[in-house]
């Protein structure tokens, strides 16, 4: 298969340890350049379905032509509603490949990538209302703060605020190279790429509701995947990583461990292992986006 549009992170080992049953329906809700979604349909035989989604219109003509397969153009947000209106409930697994593609960052139109000139963009859905346009332009200084502070762990976060803030005023940013320029006091010479990369991480974050998104997959997949089913999700920096094993660790997103009158845990999923699993040193070196990624495997307890 050719990866020019994203080579896929950890493929056997998400896809090995999710497809546990060859007749089942099992979704990836990060189609992308469909490395995953291939290899997942590969593993089906010809009772298995697979269900994909993608916000992004850029993935449409990758879409394999299938009977086996289904593509919904949409957030996975709502994989609720999606999943029971089309009666695909329960699931055997649920694959989720969180972030961008190398595709969405190797454009220049888009603006992901600090490296380009560009509009101020950042949407994986280009039919999106909020763009990184509104969120610097139009977004109050507090917002803009909790942003940097939260998405980006930015050390200079109240500088930049009221960096941007004073250079807006009577002046719309509507470019990469425009916003680069109206923070250049505030961006470290000696590491600017680590610093920039930091701050559009950031805005990407809010501008696609990215964390908001992880948060409802998480709270429905309880009830979306059947007993024994498997949950897998790949996430590239650390406010996914803790969601994922918050959730895997206890069932609630802020890790609170409960348990019944009986004392046994509440939680709908094991964590198997019960700690992350990364790439080995020779896949970062054939691919260096690999080198963040952090990957879960939860399996559905049997018992709530
Ligand atoms: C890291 S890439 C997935 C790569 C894919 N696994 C592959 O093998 O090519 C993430 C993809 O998920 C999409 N995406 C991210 N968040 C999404 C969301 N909330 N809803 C739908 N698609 C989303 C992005 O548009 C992007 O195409």
Known sequence: MNYEYHNPVLLKESVDALVTNPDGTYVDVTFGGGGHSKYILSKLTAKGRLISFDRDQ????????????????????FIKQFLTYGEFVPVDGILGDLGISSHQIDVDNRGFAHRFDGPLDMRMDANAKLSAQTVINDYSEEQILHIFNTYGEIKN???LTKTILSHRKGNRITTIEGFKNTISECTPKDTPAKYLSQVFQAIRIEVNGELKALEQLLIDSESLIKENGTFVILSYHSLEDRLVKNYFQSGNLVGKKHTDMYGWSTQPF????????????EEVNNNKRARSAKMRIGIRNKWN
């Open 270 to 281: 094991v964590g198997k292992p019960n700690k992350a699993i990364v790439p080995t040193e």
């Open 58 to 77: 850029d993935v449409l003509d990758r879409l394999p032509n299938d009977p086996r397969f289904t593509f919904i153009q949409h957030n996975f947000q």
């Open 157 to 159: 976060a109240f500088k």
